[in-house]
C-alpha cells in the first residue's frame, strides 16, 4: 500500500494546478495523484469534439504562476491540454501520478488520522489502496462515463448515427452531410460553426434559447503587453483586468438584469441583422447569468448563420423518427448525423463514497465550509470552480488555502482540522450551495449537495473577491475549524518541519 501526506484526485486542470501548489509552498509534503484515466489532462483530453475550445479566456482560466503565451486567449482544447501537460512536465509531476486507479471509496479513521483510499484498478478487476493524512478531490463535477440523457421518445428508430460530444468518433466524416446538433449550450454553438465548415447543412435545434456574448479570439492588448513587459507582468495585467471584467458583468446581472439584457440581445441584433428573429432564438425568458452565458469568439456562430451554412430551429421534439425528429409544431428534421449535446450528468465528489469513522457520510445533509470543505469531515478539501468565471480562479484559490492549512497544521504539531457548525447556528437558513443560478444540470443534483448558510465562513458565494478575501486573509483560527492532533501521527512530521525550518 502506498502513502503520501496528501492524496488529490484527478490530474485535469485543478489537480495538477494542486500539485504545484503543493511543490513549491510546502515542499516537506509528499503527494501523490491519482488519475482515472490513462493520460493528464481530464476535461480537455475527455472531449474531442470539432472546434473544441475554451468558453473562458486563458488568461483568467491558465494558472495564476504559469503565464499563457498563445495569441489566441480563446483557446481550441488542444492547446489547453498541451497547456496542462505542459505544466506538468515542467515541475516534473509525472512520476507522482497514478493512472487508471479510479478512486471509488475513502475511509477516514480518527484514531490514525488517516484516510484509506481505494481505487480500481484494470477496469475494476483490482482494487489498490492508499493512505494519506489530508485528500483533495479535484475530480470535476461531472461524469466521464455518463452524459446526460433526455430520454428522447423513439429515439431507438433512428437510422442514421447518433453522436454525443462527450463520446466523439474520431472517423466520424461529416463532409457534405445533414447533421442535426440538439442543445443551446456551449457545446452546441461551439460545434455547430465549426462543422458547418464542411457539412452539407447543420441546424441547431433548441427548446430554448440562451444568452450568447461574442469577443475576440485574439486579445491584442496581452500580446502588446507582452512585447513591451516581463511574460509573468504582462499575464498578471491581462488576468487582472479580466478578472475585473467577469465580476463586474455578472454584478450588473444582478442589480440591473434588464439593462444587461439589452445590451447583449442589441450586439446580436446586429451581428445577424433587422430581418433575423433575435426575439425567437436568441431570447431566453430568464435574466443574464440566471443560467451560464455562451461566449462565442470572432462571431463565428453569427457568421455561420449570416452565410446559410448554419441554421437555429427553437421548437421541441416530440420523437425521433427513421429519419430525424418530429417536432411538435409539426414539423420533420431530416439529418444523416445527429449530435446530442444535451449537457452533462454531475455528480458530487467525484461520485466517491466518503466514510468518517465507519459513517457513510450524506454531503446535503452537511454545510459548506467556504465552499471547500465539510462540516464533520476532517482533512477533506474538495475543488469546484465558479459558474460565472473561469474554473481555475476559483481552483488556485483553493490551492492555496490547501497550502495555507497545511503549513499551519506543521507548524504547530497538528495532524487533524475539521470544521464544525456550532449549534447555535443549527438552526440559521438554508440556501443551496450554488444560488442565483438555476440551470437544468445544476437543478438535477443540487439536493445532494451540501447546505449553505447565511454568514460566513458557511458560505460559497461564487465571488471572487469575496473568496479572495476568505482565502487570503481570514484567520484560520476562526473557532469553527476544530484543530487536534494524534501523538503518535504527529511525531514525525513535527521534527521533519522542525529539520526543514533549522536547513532553510
Not at 477496469?123 to 485528500?135: P, R, Y
Not at 475530480?139 to 433512428?158: K, L, R, T, V
Not at 437543478?443 to 447565511?454: A, E, I, S, T, W
Request: some cysteine; charged content about 25%; aromatic content about 10%.
Amino acid at each position: 500500500m502506498e502513502s503520501a501526506d496528501v492524496i488529490i484526485i484527478g490530474a485535469g486542470l485543478s489537480g495538477i494546478g494542486a500539485a504545484v501548489y503543493l511543490t513549491e509552498r510546502c515542499p516537506k509534503r509528499s503527494f501523490l495523484i491519482l488519475e482515472a484515466r490513462d493520460v493528464i489532462g481530464g476535461t480537455w483530453d475527455l472531449f474531442r469534439y470539432p472546434g473544441i475550445r475554451s468558453d473562458s479566456d486563458m488568461h483568467t482560466l491558465g494558472y495564476s504562476f504559469k503565464p499563457w503565451l498563445e495569441a489566441k486567449a480563446i483557446a481550441d482544447g488542444p492547446s489547453i491540454l498541451n497547456y496542462v501537460r505542459e505544466t506538468a512536465s515542467e515541475y516534473l509531476l509525472e512520476n507522482k501520478i497514478r493512472f487508471g486507479h479510479k478512486v471509488v471509496r475513502t475511509e477516514w479513521a480518527s484514531d490514525r488520522s488517516k484516510w484509506l483510499i481505494q481505487a480500481e484498478v484494470d477496469d475494476g478487476t483490482e482494487l489498490a489502496q492508499f493512505e494519506c493524512n489530508f485528500l483533495h478531490i479535484c475530480a470535476g463535477y461531472y461524469s466521464y462515463h455518463e452524459p446526460y440523457d433526455p430520454g428522447f421518445i423513439n429515439q431507438g428508430e433512428y437510422q442514421g448515427q447518433l453522436v454525443h460530444p462527450q463520446f466523439w468518433p474520431e472517423d466520424l466524416d461529416y463532409r457534405g452531410k445533414r447533421v442535426l446538433v440538439i442543445g443551446s449550450g456551449a457545446t452546441a454553438m461551439t460545434l455547430v460553426p465549426a462543422m458547418a465548415q464542411e457539412a452539407g447543412e447543420v441546424t441547431m435545434l433548441q427548446r430554448s434559447p440562451s444568452y450568447v456574448i461574442s469577443r475576440p479570439a485574439i486579445d491584442r492588448l496581452a500580446n502588446f503587453l507582452r512585447l513591451i513587459l516581463p511574460e509573468m507582468w504582462a499575464y498578471s495585467i491581462i488576468r487582472t483586468r479580466n478578472t475585473l471584467g467577469q465580476q463586474w458583468l455578472y454584478y450588473r446581472t444582478r442589480v440591473a438584469p434588464n439593462k444587461v439584457r439589452e445590451f447583449l440581445l442589441g450586439k446580436v441584433r446586429k451581428a445577424l441583422g433587422k430581418d433575423y428573429d433575435v426575439g425567437k432564438h436568441f431570447t431566453p425568458k430568464y435574466n443574464p447569468w440566471d443560467q451560464r452565458m455562451c461566449l462565442i469568439p470572432d462571431d463565428d456562430l453569427f457568421e455561420a448563420i449570416n452565410t446559410g451554412s448554419a441554421r437555429i430551429v427553437t421548437d421541441q421534439i416530440k420523437s425521433f423518427t427513421s429519419a430525424g425528429v418530429a417536432l411538435l409544431s409539426g414539423e420533420e428534421l431530416e439529418a444523416d448525423i445527429i449530435v446530442t449535446a444535451t449537457g452533462l450528468q454531475l455528480n458530487v465528489m467525484g461520485d466517491i463514497e466518503v466514510t468518517v469513522d465507519d459513517q457513510i457520510m450524506d454531503f446535503s445533509q452537511c454545510w459548506t465550509y467556504k465552499g471547500l470543505m465539510l462540516s464533520d469531515v476532517p482533512n477533506l478539501i474538495s475543488t469546484f470552480g465558479y459558474i460565472n468565471a473561469s474554473w481555475t480562479l476559483r481552483a488556485d484559490l483553493t490551492a492555496e488555502w490547501l497550502c495555507r492549512l497545511l503549513n499551519h497544521l506543521d507548524i504547530n504539531g497538528l495532524d487533524k482540522v475539521m470544521p464544525k457548525l456550532p449549534d447555535e447556528l443549527k438552526d440559521m437558513p438554508a440556501t443551496s450551495w450554488i444560488s442565483d443560478f438555476n440551470p437544468g444540470y445544476m437543478k438535477r443534483v443540487m439536493h445532494l449537495l451540501p447546505n449553505q448558510g447565511d454568514r460566513e465562513p458557511w458560505i460559497n458565494p461564487q465571488s471572487y473577491f469575496k473568496d479572495r478575501k476568505m482565502f487570503r486573509h481570514a484567520s484560520l483560527e476562526d473557532g469553527y475549524l476544530l484543530f487536534s492532533k494524534n501523538e503518535a501521527a504527529c511525531q514525525d512530521n513535527t521534527a521533519n518541519y522542525k529539520l526543514h525550518t533549522k536547513v532553510a
